[in-house]
């Protein structure tokens, strides 16, 4: 299957795990072991307003290159209809997009650009 076809939304369910497992890894050789400690520890960069300010900083920053821009916008842009009362539709699309992209990434065998972008997220984005 050509990832290049693959819509937004099925780029980012797979996108979506890739970032989490990213996340969980780094935790877990900070030292953190206790299950409950990782899991606070993980969510904070995971839920979607985290992804959503890393999402903005790349993209201020010219960050992504023209391909991986469009790959995040066809996740943005994807029509998902829902989202949390406390989070606007906005920042459910942008991280929406960015998870696409991570999909996307792991699909065309670059997982190491995509942990290289979640790395310069972490680094510059305060969780």
Same mark, same amino acid.
């Given at each position: 299957m050509d990832a290049k076809l693959m819509n937004g939304l099925t780029l980012a369910y797979i996108g979506? @795990?890739? &970032?989490?497992?990213? *996340? /969980?890894?780094?935790? *877990? !050789?900070?030292? *953190? @072991?206790?299950v409950n400690d990782l899991h606070k520890h993980t969510i904070k960069y995971t839920c979607a307003e985290y992804q959503a300010k890393g999402a903005s900083y790349l993209l201020k920053n010219d960050l992504l290159s023209e391909e991986e821009i469009l790959i995040f916008k066809r996740g943005r842009?994807?029509? @998902?209809?829902? @989202? /949390?009362?406390s989070l606007s539709i906005e920042d459910y699309n942008n991280a929406t997009? !960015?998870?696409? !992209?991570?999909?996307?990434? &792991?699909?065309?065998?670059? !997982?190491? /650009?995509?942990?290289?972008?979640?790395?310069?997220?972490?680094d510059n984005i305060c969780a």
């Open positions: 979506d @795990t890739i &970032y989490e497992t990213y *996340i /969980r890894k780094m935790n *877990i !050789l900070k030292g *953190i @072991t206790k842009n994807s029509n @998902t209809n829902k @989202t /949390r009362k997009g !960015l998870e696409a !992209l991570m999909g996307y990434l &792991y699909f065309i065998d670059k !997982l190491d /650009r995509a942990y290289e972008i979640i790395g310069i997220i972490v």
